[in-house]
């Protein structure tokens, strides 16, 4: 802006010593978009102006809620803030001493009258009150003045935003496209028309520039006044509601619009920035020296105390440092990457050291040929068996039927003593051992078999701890780098839902007090018995009534410290009707839809540009920042977004 003064200083000094050649019509052609460019930089900087300066407010407003949510938080801010005085040492021992004599933490009215004055203010000093209470009124006002700081400046930035610069004329295209010849006369007619309609679009928007700026100098202290805070505050919203009937406004004239322009640039709008900035900063979060004196001297002292300790353990710090690194790495070798590996030589067969394997092959075979040995051996000597009966017990020695042995063995055990002395009770006794030796080695040979089947699933279930537990470490080792980076997609969703969810309720609202303008003609005699703003707004005779015919009943320079008339408030009801009936908002509410989209569009700005997801999002966004579409065009938007984007999903919670 600071560009656009020095470029109108420019022009004016260049046209002032030729004023004759002003009058043709192509220099005061050029003159006229020289105005209207400059007018366009000017209102789209002022409307940069509030809607980034409710950013802060957004923040500071988020920062009192946590407080307000959080216990603890709101005790070390008490203590940060509170202990920052004169002499904070006194202030303290006079508390602890007060508590200490009162009950239920119940302090000294002088005490809190002198930390809490907002408080107390609007209270009976003469009852005790309590310490907590005392602190959590004094954040809920913090947080209320900004919030109504902020409404007041989203309904400035919406009145500006609808009302302000337009240059599609639907009557100049109309006229273009007509099947008129487009002759010299008619070219110079259209040219005219065009040049016309830029003037009347200049003015109004510098007129509607200054009214904004002037009410909201005027209602700067009024907004955030606890005596105003009785008055209900949709009085000041309908006086800026009449501030909208741009009707009947008088075209300015070049020089008349540059000194305008001048005048907006060099003093209403620093002034406007000014005032709004000194408004809001007595309600901010404490001083950034106030907040962290406590982190300071906490992080002092246990970055003493650690050093100290560190140099007085370096050696039990060091053997400590080597144990860690060597526990973490046999982890891995031991119980990741062995296992992996063992589970890669199962998959190609390429393993022969059997380790699951208990017994060998060839050990089974020389015990099984050691017991056949033993028992043709007894057969012969005892039985003198032939060819044919020893082949048929061998059959059933590998068949594990060793009957013979156990009828000799069991003669014997009738004369144990002869049998051990001259017998072949220990022989036989030996035999089923051996038998008894091989049994085991079979059930042994079948476990192993087993195991070998079963060989992959064990190494699996080995390692398969060990990789859920790598997993789960890098996993939150992951997600709490990327919360601290800023680049967690989970609490993007979350702020994005809550905008989003403001939006929708926004436009919920509005949607509710437009139907209930709508149907206020079946209520129109209860509306005359009772008060005359209801009565205007049930009448159905006015109802197409234009901006001209308001504006003979309005005043603009009312002030927000008086009451509003009748007539203004009539004027107002007539002009939210109106707006109700063509389907749009209210300025506040168009203004607080417009700071929401804002900070949607900075979260969306973290999001992956893959499949277009940004530039989708994107584009709903102006879906719903755009005044022209209806109230239920913009909540179908709202829930459009929910259903097709996935992030927005409660199942991602």
Known sequence: MEKVCVEIEKVESLLKPALESRQSEEVSRLEHLFIAKCTIAVYLNLLDIILNATLPLANEIQYWQSLLDSRSWRLLYTV?????????????????????????????????????????????????????????????????????????????????????????????????????????????????????????????????????LDKASKDTHHVTDPQQQKVPSRNASRSLTVLGNLHGVSIMGNDQSMEHLKKLILVEIPRYVSQTETQAKQFHRPSWLTRIWIPTLIGYFGLKYGIQYISEHRADLDLMLEEAWDTARRFVTDWVWEPSVRIMEIIRHSDNQGSLQMLRNESLKSDIASLERMVLDFGKEQYHLTSDDLASLSSAVHNGDISLIMRAYERELKTPLKGAVVGHLIQTLLIQIQKTKVDVEVAMAALDKLLKANELNFAFLAVGPSLLLLWATTSQVKSVWQRVSG????????????????????????????DGLAHTKQGSSLAKATSPSLAARASDSQDSEEYDDLSNSTTLGTSAVEPLSNSLLQTSEKLIRMRAKKGKVPYKTQGLILCEVHLLRTFAARLTRSEGLRDKVMEDLREIEESSLTIHQRLRTTKRMYRTYGFLGLHQF
């Open 80 to 212: 940060q803030s509170k202990s920052l005085d004169e002499n904070p040492g006194n202030h303290l021992e006079s508390l602890i001493g007060t508590a200490a004599q009162g009950s239920d933490y119940q302090v000294n009215t002088l005490q809190l009258l002198k930390f809490f004055p907002t408080f107390l203010s609007r209270h009976l000093i003469s009852r005790p009150v309590s310490f907590p209470v005392a602190i959590r009124y004094e954040i809920t006002h913090h947080r209320k003045q900004l919030q109504r700081i902020r409404e007041y400046q989203a309904e400035c930035l919406g009145l500006l935003a609808e009302q302000g610069l337009d240059l599609n004329s639907e009557y100049i295209e109309d006229s273009i496209s007509s099947p008129s010849p487009l002759s010299t006369p008619n070219i110079e007619r259209l040219s005219n028309q065009a040049e016309q309609f830029i003037q009347e679009q200049v003015s109004k928007t510098i007129c509607l520039m200054e009214r904004v």
């Open 487 to 514: 680049r967690n997609m989970g609490l993007v969703s979350i702020q994005m839902r809550n905008s989003l969810r403001q939006v929708e309720r926004l436009l919920n609202l509005a949607s509710a007090d437009g």
